[in-house]
């Protein structure tokens, strides 16, 4: 005899002993959809004690989803309807497969981790957090390194608002966006098991208040946030005339990093730019060992050409103090321009590891001042940020490479 997966319906009714406010929601403490069985929720369903555990297919029809307590299961969540729904409670789900077939939104505070398949039928995915708001903090939604999702089902009317991870090392497109906008960006050649995560603004207010820095131009309107790497990895940004406030036949356009700390630094990458689904993009391999946490923001920018020839300074970006002979020294180039100097250089937490008042070009990459210990200290190798002053004025702030090599 064939067997038929089974029905249920939970309609809008009130459990005993709750309020009446609490009429349209279903109060569960102990629930399990066993394999095969398919349960469709009409109003709130409000998870607030125990695991619900969804092995079979959960479809939420009603408003909100009140998951307190946490999700697991190797079954399908669907949410399903024409008005805008609701994920709160901050309760963890942990779910083989996720469906948004919802014809508007659905918020979430909470974190999902998808095992198997994220299905983009219809609605946008979004976290209902302040855009000011640190993005590690976020609520993410996780694909392990099994999971995956249709990418020709992503596009402007259903993608993720809000912050993806993506473990493992695999080629992954981030289905992210933002306003209405789907706006991917690829990660590739990921050299290690590490888990990559990605965040997309649009007309962000947390943007620099400055959009030029010492010859590069910032183009403000969109940014990426890109963290978690440990090692070098290919990062792809696209292009799309909706958000990208330049021309594709500008010259000298290419990726920028930011960091928003130390008043907002810019880096200048040298990317190509390459063709990838239909549109143009840039490609850039980072080998910075703190990539993921200090140059963490991306978009687009070029040399500043109103800018960059009126720079009567030139800083080098590495330093090598090997005794060869070659970037032994910290020399900058036209510092005989600015005699009442001061250079300043810190770490990445914003200790003060050296300063020196009418600088001469001898530092060669130890400390002076005593937060790591006294004079003579020899820093390790990694990046710190160089801070040059004419007078009292900031007039050139930037990085360093310190490479400590034989």
Known sequence: MKRWPIVILLFLFAIAGHSQEDKNSTYVTEMHVHGGANVAVFGDLKNVEDTL?????????????????????????????????????????????????????????????????????????????????????????????????????????????GLVRKQGRTRFIFPIGDAYMYRPAVADNIQSDTTISAHYYYEWINYPEDGVQFGVELFRDEYWYISGAEKAYDLTLTYDERTSSFDTEEEGVNIVSYDSRFDSRFRLIDAEPATIMSQLSYVVSDPLEDLDSVF?????????????????LYVPQILTPNGDGVNDKFVINGLGNYPDNKLVIFNRYGDVLYEKERYDNTWDGTANKTVIGGDGNILPTGTYYVFFYSGDVLIYKDFVQLLRVD
């Open 53 to 161: 555990f969804n092995d079979g297919h959960l479809t939420m029809i009603g408003d909100s989803l009140q998951n307190t307590a946490p999700m697991k299961g190797v079954g399908t969540l669907e949410m399903k309807g024409d008005f805008d729904q609701h994920i709160t409670g901050k309760g963890i789900i942990v779910i083989d497969s996720l469906q948004l077939k919802n014809v508007l939104d659905i918020s979430f505070d909470n974190d999902f981790i998808i095992n198997a398949h994220l299905e983009f039928r219809e609605g946008i995915l979004y976290d209902n957090y302040d855009a000011l708001s640190d993005p590690d903090s976020l609520p993410s939604v996780t694909f392990t390194n099994t999971a995956d999702y249709d990418t020709l089902l992503v596009r402007d009317d259903s993608h993720v608002e």
């Open 296 to 312: 963490n923001w991306y978009g687009f920018g070029r040399q500043d050409p109103m800018q960059s020839d009126a720079i009567d």
